[in-house]
Nanobody, 119 residues
Framework: QVQLVESGGGLVQAGDSLRLSCTASGRTVSNYVMAWFRQAPGKEREFVARINWSGGSTYYADSVKGRFTMSRDGAKNTVYLQMNSLKPEDTAVYYC????????????WGQGTQVTVSS
């Protein structure tokens, strides 16, 4: 399994931007699908975005489409989540996850990073 470490969370105001990073180690992720999930207090974890490492194609949840952008840097083995026009409802713990592109379930998870958006 690949090890994932997130960073970049923090406290911001509504309308601000924030960039999360997730660095992978332990094995190559060239055949991985990487994703961001989030979990708000009292709510279930929800999908935010994903990227196919090999081709770079991305997919977003409707709630973040047009505001969030996921990207990757092969040289750094890192994926990013650029979050713009943040809203209070984006407040959550954000988790990075990875799976082999032939698998359905995400088997590797980071420890999470807190994002808090004040109104």
């Amino acid at each position: 399994q690949v090890q994932l470490v997130e960073s970049g969370g923090g406290l911001v105001q509504a309308g601000d931007s924030l960039r999360l990073s997730c660095t992978a180690s332990g094995r190559t992720v060239s055949n991985y699908v990487m994703a961001w999930f989030r979990q708000a207090p009292g709510k279930e974890r929800e999908f935010v975005a994903r990227i196919n490492w090999s081709g770079g194609s991305t997919y977003y949840a409707d709630s973040v489409k047009g505001r969030f952008t996921m990207s990757r840097d092969g040289a750094k083995n890192t994926v990013y989540l650029q979050m713009n026009s943040l809203k209070p409802e984006d407040t959550a713990v954000y988790y990075c996850a990875g799976r082999l592109d032939i698998n359905r379930d995400f088997g590797s998870w980071g420890q999470g990073t807190q994002v808090t958006v004040s109104s």
